[in-house]
Every structure is written in structure tokens, then in C-alpha cells.
């Protein structure tokens, strides 16, 4: 699991392995992800935009941005929590998430949340 807390917003999230999803043999590697953005300001945010950076067992990086998160821009006032799962597809057997929400505050200050590095791996990959 991976935490970040970037000016009182928390971010937490846990990957998940999907071996029903995968195909080892074709080179496909299908992972879930698990976030959990708690508003532990004493200000509204809303999430505006994400930025992952997705790296492979190779080292090769993917830039995915867009706007929200599963097609929402979700508001938090301050002591809510949004969840939310997600997939990431991969062509090698261990590899790393990371990256950025763009949030806006009540008073229209934009500003970067962090979400720390985690790993994508295949139980026993890391052996």
C-alpha cells in the first residue's frame, strides 16, 4: 500500500493482482488499484484532473492524464472520504504506479496531490 498526504489531502492506494484476468503466456499482466482520497483539510477540494506514470519491469514509462478519476471530479468537504478502483494492463510481471491529482480548493487554488510510488506484482514475481 502507498500513502501520501499533500496539504491535508490523503491518498491511499492498494494494487491487486488479477490472475483470472491475465494471460502469462500472451505477456499480459492485469492489475487493479484501490484508492481512497480522505479530505483531512479544513477546506473543500474537488478532484479536477490525474496524471499516473506507469512504469513496466523494463523500465518503459506510460503517461496516462485526464480529467477525474472513473469519470467523476469528485468534492470532498473537509473529513470526507471518495473510493475508487481502477486497472492498469501490463506487458511484463512486476512493475510501479505513481503520480499526481490536480485538486481545487473552495476559494479556486489549484494545487498538485501526490500519489506515492506502488508496485505491481505477481504473487511470487518478487522472489
Known amino acids: ?7 491535508g489531502v490523503r491518498v491511499e492506494v492498494e494494487p491487486e493482482f488479477l490472475p483470472a484476468q491475465s494471460d502469462p503466456a500472451e505477456g499480459l499482466w492485469v492489475y487493479a488499484y484501490h484508492v481512497t482520497i480522505t479530505n483531512e483539510s479544513p477546506r473543500t477540494v474537488q478532484l479536477l484532473a490525474r496524471h499516473w506514470v506507469i512504469t513496466n519491469g523494463e523500465g518503459t514509462e506510460e503517461h496516462v492524464k485526464g480529467p477525474g478519476v472513473v469519470g467523476e471530479t469528485p468534492v470532498l468537504r473537509p473529513g470526507q472520504a471518495f473510493r475508487y478502483s481502477s486497472g492498469c494492463p501490463l506487458g511484463t510481471p512486476i512493475g510501479a504506479m505513481h503520480g499526481t491529482y490536480q485538486m481545487r480548493d473552495d476559494e479556486g487554488q489549484r494545487f498538485e496531490v501526490e500519489i506515492a510510488p506502488f508496485t505491481l506484482a505477481e504473487p511470487g514475481s518478487l522472489n
Open 1 to 7: 500500500m502507498s500513502v501520501a498526504v499533500t496539504k
